[in-house]
């Protein structure tokens, strides 16, 4: 285990942080943020709830990973964001298709 912690080290010394890294975190952390922000609304009401803004911050989050991943050129990596992206946007066209006050409660 020692071992692979020192070459995941050395390994991430060797990354260059340049703009398309430090987009692809800002990608993730976006991605990230809709889970946080799920568990903080549901803590607050006491229930399970998926906030609308869970789906904005997919679709934010999805929308940049996909412009990361064609950079990177990671076909598994494109076809599992576009594949979201879809999702969200069709989830964001029922919460305004059928109002966001259903959604949120």
Do not use: C
């Given at each position: 285990?020692?071992?692979?912690?020192?070459?995941?080290?050395?390994?991430?010394?060797?990354?260059?942080?340049?703009?398309?890294?430090?987009?692809?975190?800002?990608?993730?952390?976006?991605?990230?943020?809709?889970?946080?922000?799920?568990?903080?609304?549901?803590?607050?009401?006491k229930k399970s709830v998926i906030p609308v803004a869970f789906w904005y911050f997919s679709l934010?989050?999805?929308?940049?990973?996909?412009?990361?991943?064609?950079?990177?050129?990671?076909?598994?990596?494109?076809?599992g964001q576009g594949l979201g992206i879809i999702?969200?946007?069709?989830?964001?066209?029922?919460?305004?298709?059928?109002?966001?006050?259903?959604?949120?409660?």
């Amino acid at each position: 285990m020692a071992e692979y912690l020192v070459n995941l080290l050395n390994h991430i010394k060797g990354i260059s942080f340049n703009g398309w890294v430090i987009f692809g975190f800002v990608g993730q952390f976006l991605f990230s943020m809709r889970f946080i922000l799920q568990w903080i609304h549901s803590e607050r009401v006491k229930k399970s709830v998926i906030p609308v803004a869970f789906w904005y911050f997919s679709l934010s989050g999805g929308i940049t990973l996909f412009i990361y991943a064609l950079h990177q050129q990671d076909p598994v990596f494109m076809f599992g964001q576009g594949l979201g992206i879809i999702i969200y946007l069709r989830n964001l066209y029922f919460v305004y298709k059928n109002g966001i006050k259903a959604t949120e409660s």
